[in-house]
Structure formats: structure tokens, C-alpha cells
């Protein structure tokens, strides 16, 4: 599973971070050897439907430090795990549905639960930059490389490719006084590669008139203002194979 392959990720993580976990990697053995991995090596959750918890501070409004219990299956394989741990429960309202998060970031003077929960739904924008790399970048194809110090070249110059235009994206915003979300990757990464298509024939001179070009054009790539969810996320009933029956008709 996922959490048994993220065990040792801790190593690769720098002090003074605070990383963000999916519901799926609750474990208090986990939490706990990520958080003293290192100095401040934070971490932030969505909490999980029926956390059983105890509250032993009020932090503030919707804002308690609580006390979890280990469960006794981690005590059988870490018998080094004490029997309750502490963090941090943050109940906020977006949209007006409230949301509850779970972080290793205690103290709430240093981080107020409004720009805890904040930070949490810029998870988001992340998961629709992957989207952006895998189906725009990389046409939704798989790597064309075989050997691993290939793959990394080739991944590091994908990564390259799409900071360097999300940075062009955010000059032309600043010029429009728009948010850089407001402009259409693919039709900007579309534009940009064909404005750079002629250039290892040119003087490199050429590079940035094509591109300062391309920001007088800037209003043919903003997006409509995004749109409220119309359809709540749900998990999906699974199809049926039986096909349904009929009612009998009585006589």
C-alpha cells in the first residue's frame, strides 16, 4: 500500500516544512516518525469521519488540542509507541460546509487555523498542476525513456519546460492584473511552443521579442471565472451485472 511505500520518505524531507497527507496515511506511527524525523517537520491531514478523540485545550473557536489513542495493532508491531499522542483538530467552514483537519502544527499564534485550513486547499491547485504536466506536456503518454538516468533527464526537462512557462503565465498576469490561474496552460503552452519553434534558427536576440509579443495577446487566453462544484464529490455505486427485476403483475 501507499503508506508502507512512504515509510523512509522522511529522510528526503528538509526541516522547517510542513508536509500534506492524504486521509490515507493516518497512523500514528507514521505521524510520529515524520514529526521527530528532523526539527519541525510538520504535517497536515483532512481528519477522518468518526475520529474518536478527547479534547484537552480549547486553542480558540473550532480550534482544540486533542488527544488520540494508538490502536493496539500498532502497539503489537511498535511496541516503542506510547499509548496517546497529541495534535492539533481545526474545524473550518468553506462554502459553508464545515471541515476538519488534523496537523502536528501546534501552536495557534504562530499558525491561525484560517491560514492552516488555507494552506490545505492549496493542495488542489498542486493536483491540477500534475494534470497539467501528464495530459498537456506529456500528451496523457507515458515517458519515452528506458534506463533510469534517462527517465530523470527526461522528467527534470518536463519539470523545467512547465516552470518556465507557469512563470511567463504569471508575468502576464501581473501586466493584466489578473490571477495567474486566469490563463489557459494549454492554450498558452500551445502558443509558446510554436512562437519557439523557429528559433534554434534565429539569433537568441529573437527569444524574448517572440515572447513580449505573446503578452500583447494575453486576452486571448484568460478563462471564465471558475464555477462552483455543481455535483458534490461522491463515491460512486458500483454497477450492477444483474440485470433488475420485473414487477410481477398480479391477476
Not at 526541516?15 to 506511527?29: G, K, M, N, P, Q
Not at 462554502?95 to 502536528?104: I, V
Not at 517572440?210 to 500583447?216: M, Q
Amino acid at each position: 500500500g501507499e503508506l508502507s511505500h512512504a515509510r523512509g520518505l522522511e529522510k528526503a524531507v528538509d526541516d522547517y516544512s510542513v508536509t500534506i497527507f492524504d486521509r490515507a496515511y493516518y497512523s500514528a506511527a507514521f505521524l510520529l516518525d515524520w514529526e521527530h524525523s528532523g526539527t519541525q517537520r510538520d504535517w497536515l491531514m483532512r481528519a477522518r469521519s468518526g475520529l474518536k478523540y478527547e479534547i484537552l485545550q480549547e486553542l480558540g473557536p473550532g480550534d482544540w488540542l486533542v488527544q488520540l489513542t494508538v490502536s493496539r495493532d500498532a502497539h503489537r508491531q511498535r511496541d516503542d509507541l506510547p499509548k496517546h499522542w497529541q495534535a492539533r483538530l481545526i474545524e473550518y467552514s468553506i462554502e459553508g460546509k464545515a471541515r476538519r483537519y488534523l496537523t502536528s502544527m501546534i501552536d495557534a499564534k504562530r499558525y491561525p487555523a484560517n491560514e492552516v485550513a488555507a494552506h490545505y486547499n492549496e493542495r488542489w491547485e498542486i493536483e491540477l498542476g500534475f494534470r497539467e504536466i501528464k495530459q498537456n506536456l506529456l500528451n496523457g503518454e507515458q515517458l519515452r525513456s528506458k534506463q533510469p538516468e534517462l527517465v530523470r533527464q527526461e522528467l527534470w526537462g518536463t519539470l523545467l519546460a512547465y516552470n518556465l512557462i507557469r512563470q511567463e503565465m504569471r508575468l502576464m498576469a501581473e501586466e493584466m492584473k489578473v490571477a495567474p490561474q486566469r490563463l489557459s496552460f494549454l492554450w498558452l503552452s500551445q502558443a509558446i511552443a510554436n512562437a519557439l519553434r523557429f528559433c534554434p534558427t534565429e539569433t537568441p536576440g529573437t527569444i524574448p521579442k517572440r515572447l513580449a509579443e505573446l503578452r500583447t495577446q494575453a486576452q486571448h487566453f484568460m478563462l471564465p471565472p471558475r464555477r462552483k462544484r455543481a455535483y458534490p464529490r461522491v463515491v460512486k455505486p458500483r454497477p450492477v451485472k444483474y440485470p433488475k427485476k420485473k414487477p410481477t403483475e398480479l391477476n
